[in-house]
């Protein structure tokens, strides 16, 4: 009898959660939080992702809490959400440590080949169209400063401009530089963003 009353009371709650009840928010995070925690514990065996996922998951509860049916089982519902929440955070980990080996070997051999010397055509290549692609003063102004190594001040008595107009061609110049590099085809433009813009 007891345990017929305790379902009754759980399926209002359900109802009341449904409608968005927070009181009935509470009574079920209260209830089932300590071993859903120990179930993700279990499955990631990290504490701190298993804490993450548990927030996420009755975030999830609560996001979706119209379409909870209190006909059924709320135990079984909250179990296959922690289950779907694993399944989909080690799928995302497996893709960044994908990601993260690639580039990794990537950037080695892209390092090598540069030490090799055998990117330093392409690279000069690909900056020299990221340069070609510029306005004429800032393409003056840029070559003059970056790749002629003139000072500000040279530049200034030079073209007869301030040195805050130059900072300014410079600015723009290297932001476009940037993008045009950044959206190339090749990986290996990478190397040229380090060499060309480091300090």
């Known amino acids: 009898m007891k345990d017929n009353t305790v379902h009754i009371e759980e399926n209002l709650l359900l109802a009341e959660l449904k409608a968005g009840g ?3 928010f509470n009574y079920f995070y209260k209830k089932y939080s300590s071993p859903l925690y120990r179930k993700l514990l279990k499955m990631v065996r990290v504490d701190v992702i298993a804490e993450e996922l ?3 998951l009755f975030l999830k509860v609560w996001d979706k809490r119209e379409q909870i049916d209190p006909t059924q089982s709320f135990q079984s519902y909250l179990y296959r959400i922690a289950e779907h929440i694993v399944y989909d955070y080690l799928r995302k980990l497996a893709r960044e440590t994908k990601m993260q080996n690639h580039v990794a070997i990537k950037s080695t051999e892209i390092y090598e080949q ?10 000069k290549a690909k900056v020299h169209e990221a340069i070609s692609r510029l306005p004429e003063q800032q393409k003056l102004v840029f070559t003059l400063c970056k790749l002629e190594k003139k000072s ?15 900072n300014t ?31």
Do not use: C, W
Not at 114 to 123: A, K, M, S, T, V
Not at 154 to 163: N, Y
């Open 22 to 24: 927070q009181g009935a």
């Open 54 to 56: 548990l927030q996420d």
């Open 114 to 123: 540069f030490e090799n010397g055998e990117l330093e055509d392409e690279i």
């Open 152 to 166: 500000y001040e040279e530049v200034s008595a030079m073209l007869g401009i301030t040195p805050g107009t130059i």
């Open 169 to 199: 061609h410079i600015t723009r110049a290297t932001k476009t530089i940037k993008n045009y590099l950044n959206n190339a085809d090749r990986f290996a433009v990478m190397v040229a963003l380090i060499i060309l813009f480091r300090s």
